[in-house]
């Protein structure tokens, strides 16, 4: 096939024990699906959960045992963490039933939804798109994949990331206001899941920001962690 320009790269991700990649479709992420989250941001109680997409190409891919880099972002003055569990979709769907969610889960793995917060919030108050807050080159940093059959009690899993080794954000993934399952559910009415396709599943209390030098360490119980230096 001729193209009249170059096709893009496509992105993918390590896989724990392995040395196939795995493809990364469209990117989901959940806001506010924590409940001290979503107080810090200045909302209360267990509100229908709500998404926002990043293209493939906003992920960064960091291989395991390696610190990968993050450019300071421009158009911000206040570029925060926000640690998350991504879960890594193997099998495509539409409605698909909470009960029958984690069928679809190929596997897990933990990421970071980088955020100009400055931005996001400033087009918050406009009623405008967060796109120029959220969506935007190397916004969403993901470590290496873990098999789906090969992690433990992923939904009573801790998950915390510290920055310069001091602890920032430090929760458990059973404080979701939507569970893993329930969020597959929600999701599938709006979107047609895909294989490759990535879910970022929302992100506990702590969220700040991060300057040039600062090195990240995200991880969850279970899963390879990830490292991240700002640049």
């Known amino acids: ?24 479709g469209r990117i989901y992420c959940v806001g506010r699906n924590y409940v001290a989250h979503a107080q810090e941001m200045g909302f209360t109680g267990r509100e229908p959960p709500f998404f926002f997409i990043k293209p493939s190409d906003n992920c960064v891919p960091v291989a395991k045992g390696t610190t990968g880099t993050l450019h300071y972002p421009s158009l911000t003055n206040d570029y925060q963490h926000e640690i998350e569990l991504v879960a890594c979709i193997g099998t495509g769907g539409k409605n698909i039933k909470a009960a029958d969610a984690l069928k679809h889960i190929w596997g897990y793995a933990v990421g970071l939804d980088m955020t ?106 279970g899963l390879e962690p990830i490292t991240l230096r700002v640049v």
């Not at 096939?1 to 196939?20: D, Q, R």
């Not at 920055?163 to 979107?191: C, F, M, P, Y």
């Open 1 to 24: 096939m001729n193209f009249v320009v170059t096709p893009p790269t496509h992105v993918s991700l390590p896989i724990v024990g392995s040395s196939a990649r795995f493809p990364v």
């Open 116 to 221: 100009r917060r400055d931005r996001q919030t400033e087009q918050k108050k406009l009623g405008r798109p967060w796109c120029v807050g959220k969506t935007f080159d190397e916004s969403c940093p993901c470590g290496p994949i873990t098999p789906a059959t090969q992690v433990g009690d992923i939904e009573n899993a801790d998950i915390w990331v510290q920055v310069n080794g001091q602890d920032r954000q430090r929760s458990n993934i059973n404080k979701l206001i939507w569970n893993i399952s329930e969020t597959i559910e929600h999701l599938t009415t709006a979107w047609e899941l895909r294989p490759g396709d990535l879910i970022y599943t929302g992100t506990p209390e702590g969220v700040a920001a991060v300057v040039q030098g600062d090195t990240l360490v995200g991880g969850i119980t």
